[in-house]
């Protein structure tokens, strides 16, 4: 990602240049340093070039999980430095990986996370890398790496599924450029978005659910609990049931 760029579109929205700190990384995780799981995933937006049109980027995102057994409630954590995200994309993300968990039968009130835009000045909007976010945390939880040269682009509605975005073109060629393999966008898309070419040595698959998006992701089929305890989480139902 080019750091002068001053603006970002992770679309629909924009990432520009950062202000005020919005908190530092909790003191828990320092204290308690061994427990989180950690790893940083490629997602896909959009930005404008000098001449102010819109051309894609993939950039990365840091994110780091535990499960804490006394914890009663999710915790979603959001780093202010280097870079920082938008109230909007703040609440995408929670209720992604929350309707992730649902989605998997999972309840996720002993996850603890953290997450971290690793761009000096960067602020991100939208609700497009919801969908990445949400299934690596799911996959972190399940001991599933994500496997590599794969992304998604998408978010997730409370139903589980894979939520239409913008922007799908520009963000399969430039993933194409950053040598990703396969991209994984939503079944459901905008209008503007229903015709490109597939770049060459490339997969494009439409993804209709988190099911189908997540065996693309990490190549492991998503178990759907059903109301077991595993490691310390109770299921709560599925949609998929």
């Known amino acids: 990602m080019n750091l002068a760029v001053k603006r970002v579109v992770v679309f629909g929205a924009v990432i520009g240049m950062a202000m005020a700190g919005w908190g530092e990384l909790p003191s828990l995780a320092v204290a308690d340093d061994s427990l989180w799981h950690r790893q940083s ?7 404008l070039d000098k001449n102010h049109q819109p051309i894609g ?29 938008s109230p909007l994309t703040q609440i995408a993300i929670q209720e992604g990986i929350k309707s992730s968990a649902v989605a998997a039968g999972l309840n996720p009130r002993t996850w603890d996370i953290f997450l971290t835009v690793p761009y000096y000045g960067v602020r991100i909007f939208g609700e497009s890398l919801s969908a990445m976010v949400s299934l690596a945390v ?5 001991h599933h790496p994500i496997l590599a040269h794969r992304v998604v682009t998408g978010k ?5 599924r894979i939520g239409a975005v913008g922007g799908i073109p520009l963000k399969i060629y430039a993933a194409h450029s ?3 393999q396969r991209v994984i966008v939503p079944e459901d898309r905008y209008q503007e978005d229903s015709d ?9 698959s439409p993804a209709r659910d988190l099911r189908q998006a997540y065996q693309m992701l990490t190549g492991r089929r998503l178990e759907i609990s059903k109301g077991e305890v595993i490691d310390g989480k109770r299921a709560i139902g599925s949609p998929f049931e």
């Open 156 to 160: 997730i509605t409370r139903d589980g």
């Open 178 to 180: 950053a040598h990703i």
């Open 196 to 204: 490109w070419q597939t770049p060459f040595l490339m997969q494009v």
């Open 57 to 85: 980027v993939v950039a990365t995102l840091d994110i780091e999980f535990r499960i804490r057994e006394e914890q009663q409630a999710m915790n979603v954590s959001f780093s202010s430095l280097p870079g920082k995200f």
């Open 138 to 142: 799911l996959a972190m939880a399940n």
């Open 41 to 47: 995933v490629d997602f896909l937006g959009t930005t």
